[in-house]
């Protein structure tokens, strides 16, 4: 079936310009995350969704960051007037977990979208 | 101090060889552990979860040591298919309940 699919895969944004960076979950998952990796580092967290509900937004590292997931499906992450430093790989990822569950339902993960701001 | 500690390596060895990984991590409520693999320009992808009892699955032995906050990753017989960057992943139960916390990976090289 189909996996976690992110678009655009390669971004380039000169600094000072807004980029939107969009994630489609696999069908029927209640969770979605976004993390951001930075070059030889591992993932960070950014923000988690419960369906359209925003749970988690404690990762974001600036209010120029901002996401929504308003149909509780495809997911959207916003950065306003980039900056040099908001160049990394931003992935998302999706589970059937939800907050109740306490299972550790795995997170399935897109490509990630790279982006790279001049 | 990170919350998941890791060797960055790399870790260079021939095949057949047998190599280790350690994790530290610094939450002692977290709850799920994890090793991830990650291909060069690749996704994460689930390689094992970690029990408190210790498991297998095939060529690969994770171990958890809740006390000591550690975590490992044993493989045996290494094949060049398994040069990548292993990352130890920690799973908490805070407000969102299910958040990873990621190390910064080991890189590991397989060479003939």
């Known amino acids: 079936g189909a996996g976690v699919s992110q678009s655009p895969r390669y971004k380039v944004a000169k600094r000072g310009q807004d980029v939107a960076l969009r994630c489609d979950p696999i069908?029927?998952?209640?969770?979605l995350f976004w993390y951001q990796q930075a070059l030889g580092q591992g993932p960070e967290f950014l923000t988690y969704?419960?369906?359209?509900?925003?749970?988690?937004k404690s990762g974001l590292p600036s209010d120029r960051f901002f996401a929504e997931r308003p149909e509780g499906s495809v997911s959207t992450l916003k950065i306003q007037r980039t900056q040099k430093e908001d160049s990394a790989v931003y992935l998302c990822?999706?589970?059937?977990?939800?907050?109740?569950?306490?299972?550790?339902?795995?997170?399935?993960f897109g490509p990630g979208t790279r982006l790279t701001v001049t | 101090r990170k919350e998941v500690e890791q060797d960055p390596g790399p870790f260079n060895v021939p095949e057949g060889a047998t190599v280790a990984f350690n994790c530290t991590y610094s939450?002692?409520?977290?709850?799920?552990f994890f090793w991830y693999r990650q291909d060069c320009r690749k996704e994460p992808k689930l390689l094992m979860s970690?029990?408190?009892s210790g498991n297998e699955d095939g060529r690969f032995t994770a171990q958890l040591n809740r006390a000591s906050q550690y975590i490992s990753l044993l493989i045996r017989d290494s094949k060049l298919s398994d040069s990548a960057t292993y990352l130890c992943?920690?799973?908490?139960?805070?407000?969102?309940?299910?958040?990873?916390?990621f190390g910064g990976g080991t890189r590991l090289m397989v060479k003939p």
């Open positions: 990822a999706s589970s059937l977990a939800k907050r109740t569950s306490g299972r550790a339902y795995e997170q399935y």
């Open positions: 069908s029927g998952h209640v969770s």
């Open positions: 969704f419960q369906n359209e509900a925003q749970l988690d």
């Open positions: 939450n002692s409520a977290s709850q799920s």
């Open positions: 970690v029990y408190s």
């Open positions: 992943v920690v799973k908490g139960y805070n407000n969102a309940g299910n958040m990873l916390t």
